[in-house]
């Protein structure tokens, strides 16, 4: 595999490496979606320094749209993202190994 190359590895044995940039961007914009959806349902942050506000500016680096600081621009964010990240996998290569082709 070429270096820059990207891909969602699904292991026979269990587990899944996500090798390259593009797969890498991925993994970040899924668990920002997830994230979101979090705050949404919870009022939880994944951590200290990432507020809402700052989620939606990570969303805004994927989608580039602006948001601001309210629930239904939340769930914008959030569903914007999800399209994003159902975009971005479909164009992913994701390689299941031990399957019979």
């Given at each position: ?36 959806g979090l ?8 951590t ?10 990570m ?31 479909a ?11």
């Amino acid at each position: 595999m070429i270096q820059s190359d990207s891909e969602i590895r699904h292991h026979a044995g269990g587990g899944t490496t996500i090798t390259g940039p593009d797969a890498m961007n991925y993994f970040r914009a899924v668990q920002i979606k997830l994230f979101i959806g979090l705050y949404i349902k919870t009022g939880m942050i994944p951590t200290r320094g990432v507020t809402i506000s700052r989620m939606l500016k990570m969303a805004t680096e994927y989608t580039g749209q602006k948001y601001k600081n309210s629930r239904p621009e939340w769930e914008r964010a959030r569903a914007d993202m999800e399209v994003w990240c159902a975009t971005m996998k479909a164009a992913l290569p994701i390689v299941h190994e031990g399957e019979q082709r």
